[in-house]
T-cell receptor
């Protein structure tokens, strides 16, 4: 079945460190991939959407890439700040005709000042 | 601008009691609506979606039901709560199949 695996449960960095979070996906369709960010006590909000393989999306200093060959997608930021501390979720819509959104297990990012 | 409101903000209920959670979207006609459940410290699990009034599709079976009585309203309910129903319930809406906008959530504790 369709699935998303996000292995990094917790990441602790210092300010100005490089961030890299990886997810792998499994589906028989042509997926659309997303990164959502959730701050404590709030609902998630969309950070990035990547539709085309080998393309990149970028927002608020974050960049997302999608590799169809390895069925993986990554989120990275060159220099994290304390305000970036939050939970980051990768998510997948399995195909263009699907209404389902499948989330990874989330990565708790803590950025130390 | 569109706004999404969920009620109540938090609930503490007994096992076996009924539950009704609500969600209202203002400023957008014919939104696509979704319910999600998030266990404490866990990921988001999509429960239901609705693309039109009166029609609701179930994604997973958790002894919950959903209804869409009005274009801008989505209700999540059950007649008998289980301990496993505890968690954070999020309503979301979308214009199309892509970006979903989440509400503030309802924190449910079942004792």
């Amino acid at each position: 079945g369709d699935s998303v695996i996000q292995m990094q449960g917790q990441v602790t960095l210092s300010e100005n460190d490089f961030l890299f979070i990886n997810c792998t996906y499994s589906t028989t369709g042509y997926p659309t991939l997303f990164w959502y960010v959730q701050y404590s006590g709030e609902g998630p909000q969309l950070l990035l959407q990547v539709t085309t393989a080998n393309n990149k999306g970028s927002s608020r200093g974050f960049e997302a890439t999608y590799d169809k060959g390895t069925t993986s997608f990554h989120l990275q930021k060159t220099s994290v700040q304390e305000i970036d501390s939050a939970v980051y979720y990768c998510a997948m819509r399995p195909s263009s005709g699907s209404w389902q959104l499948i989330f990874g297990s989330g990565t708790q990012l803590t950025v130390m000042p | 601008a569109q706004t999404i409101h969920q009620w109540p903000v938090a609930e503490i209920k007994a096992v076996g009691s009924p539950l009704s959670l609500g969600c209202t979207i203002k400023g957008k006609s014919s939104p696509n609506l979704y319910w999600y459940w998030q266990a404490t410290g866990g990921t988001l699990q999509q429960l239901f979606y609705s693309i039109t009034v009166g029609q609701v599709e179930s994604v997973v079976q958790l002894n919950l039901s959903a209804s869409r009585p009005k274009d801008d309203q989505f209700i999540l309910s059950t007649e008998k709560l289980l301990l496993s129903h505890s968690g954070f319930y999020l309503c979301a809406w979308s214009r199309d199949r892509d970006e979903q906008y989440f509400g503030p959530g309802t924190r449910l504790t079942v004792l």
